[in-house]
């Protein structure tokens, strides 16, 4: 598989996830919104790319969210990862890995009380590992949650993500293009 055709495929399968959401919101009259002390289950799909492409992932993740005020929510989240690493006679093999995080998002206001469509954005710090492996990693990520009923959400994320090892060995700026890729999709409710 070339670069270029791994590259449009990327594009493609973003391309696809935003329209999808759109397009799956699009219209809803819920009237809903974050208040205090809420807390929100939220479960995802989410395709992973390296800047340097060895592997695709496909992860999905868990994640539950309290929001301490209106603007500011805090989440754990857990995901299993699946990687197909091409060796060097381009035969693909799977690996699951763990991944664990934690987040801190700003919800953006939008000049609502009560809004349908909730902006994000943050900064998350986590760990994934495996039986023979462990990496840390940290980034920002932002997005938005779409409600379709007072209590049910879509929610669209894209976040990048470093390695610790890799600021470690060179300054943020420069390890910047090392980093990998992540949107993904998904639904959560609020309780």
């Known amino acids: 598989?070339?670069?270029?055709?791994?590259?449009?495929?990327?594009?493609?399968?973003?391309?696809?996830?935003?329209?999808?959401?759109?397009?799956?919101?699009?219209?809803?009259?819920?009237?809903?919104?974050?208040?205090a002390g809420d807390r929100s289950l939220q479960l995802d799909a989410s395709y992973v790319r390296p800047q340097q492409p060895t592997a695709d992932s496909i992860t999905?993740?868990?994640?539950?969210?309290?929001?301490?005020?209106?603007?500011?929510?805090?989440?754990?989240?857990?995901?299993i990862n699946y990687t197909g690493m091409a060796d060097a006679e381009q035969i693909w093999d799977r690996r699951e890995m763990w991944r664990a995080r934690t987040a801190?998002?700003?919800?953006?206001?939008?000049?609502?009380?009560?809004?349908?469509?909730?902006?994000?954005?943050?900064?998350?710090?986590?760990?994934?590992?495996?039986?023979?492996?462990a990496k840390a990693f940290l980034g920002p990520h932002a997005g938005f949650r779409q409600f379709v009923s007072d209590d049910t959400y879509v929610r669209l994320r894209y976040r990048y993500e470093w390695s610790v090892e890799q600021l470690e060995d060179r300054r943020?700026?420069?390890?910047?293009?090392?980093?990998?890729?992540?949107?993904?999709?998904?639904?959560?409710?609020?309780?």
């Open 60 to 79: 999905r993740v868990a994640m539950l969210g309290y929001h301490a005020t209106t603007s500011v929510e805090l989440g754990l989240q857990q995901a």
């Open 104 to 133: 801190a998002s700003f919800t953006l206001d939008m000049g609502r009380k009560s809004a349908t469509f909730v902006p994000f954005v943050g900064l998350f710090a986590g760990l994934d590992y495996d039986a023979e492996d």
């Open 172 to 191: 943020p700026m420069r390890g910047a293009d090392e980093g990998e890729h992540v949107v993904s999709i998904g639904f959560g409710v609020r309780f």
């Open 1 to 35: 598989m070339t670069a270029r055709s791994t590259s449009s495929r990327t594009r493609f399968i973003a391309a696809l996830l935003a329209v999808s959401g759109w397009s799956t919101v699009h219209g809803c009259v819920a009237q809903a919104g974050f208040r």
